[in-house]
């Protein structure tokens, strides 16, 4: 139960029309920044649903979400610049900022939505952008719409950016809201969208991710684009193109299936562990501290433990900034191998 990919399969679709941009040729070099049937569906997609219209000279399609925020960071930190980002959260953006000489400052992702006062106080003049996910990784959450509205203000009011990973951008559960800073955000300069075909469409392989932003820190990305990877895979970008195109409903039924799984894990741990009812997204992140006591000193040792005796791979919270937790993926079992991993997890718990 660690994994983060969706193992449903990739849309027939997606597939279909992989191959036959294979079967046509499209197996060279395109355009840097990607197909412009792609990019031209993307932002048609986007002014749907946020109506929001960017410029073709504004996207840029990547290997994945990964490449283009490694980009940014790479493009955007000089010497010991911050950047805030949410604890807990996906090890790698910390990894990307220091990797690129920056500094990660991080803010609290609560349960009932973020401090915006404490927020504002971890603003320095080095505060160069601030990350946040949503849904989230590694907690289920998702932002609430004052949470993001307060963001884009304070971003507005101290010039940093506001960047925004919607890695698992549609995956929202029940009543859940599915909030973009780009249904609100002024001045658009400021924004970046980073999103991903791997997640919600399980074509993590594919590798095809993109980012919205102003276009001199595309054309930045893009240079850099070039020198690294040149263009992200061109017949995968014609997959990419079917997907976005797919009817809603094989969409629901996709987000159906990971809510119905979620729902369910939620139910068999939650007399068990503090655990908060996922939004959306792949997880759950129950709080072990009640159950640690004396048999396990860290959140680390449960886990190898976990693994070691009941062959039940979770990944410590640690590993995303926050001790005393489990990260639990349901992206890639089904019903029945979650209940028998649930029931292991209990019975290693309360049999220690
Ligand atoms: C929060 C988050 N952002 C971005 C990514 C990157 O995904 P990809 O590079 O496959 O687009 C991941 C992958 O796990 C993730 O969890």
Redesign the pocket.
Known sequence: MHD??FNLEVPQEVSRATIDALIKGHTGYCNLTGIDVLKSALIERCFQQHNKLYNPAEILV????????FMLMKCMLSNADEILIPNP??P??RSYIELNGGIAVDYEMGNKGLDIVEIRKLVTFKTKALII?SP??PTGLTLKRQDILELVALSEEFGFLLIS?E??EGIIFGSSEYVSPLDFMGDSSLLVV??????LFSM?GF???YMFADRKIIDRCSTLQGVMTDNACTFAQHGALAAITLPKSILKKRVDELQHRAYYCHQLLSTTFDIVRPQG??YLFPDVSRVLGATWNSDIQFVDDLLNVKSVSTTPGSSYGMKDHIRISIASVNEAEIKEACGRIVDFVHHR
């Open positions: 983060g990919e990547s290997n994945g979400s990964s490449q283009a925020l959260c996906w790698a953006y996910n989230h990784n990973d890695a698992y980073t999103r991903t075909f791997s997640k993590s590798r095809i991710g997204g792949f």
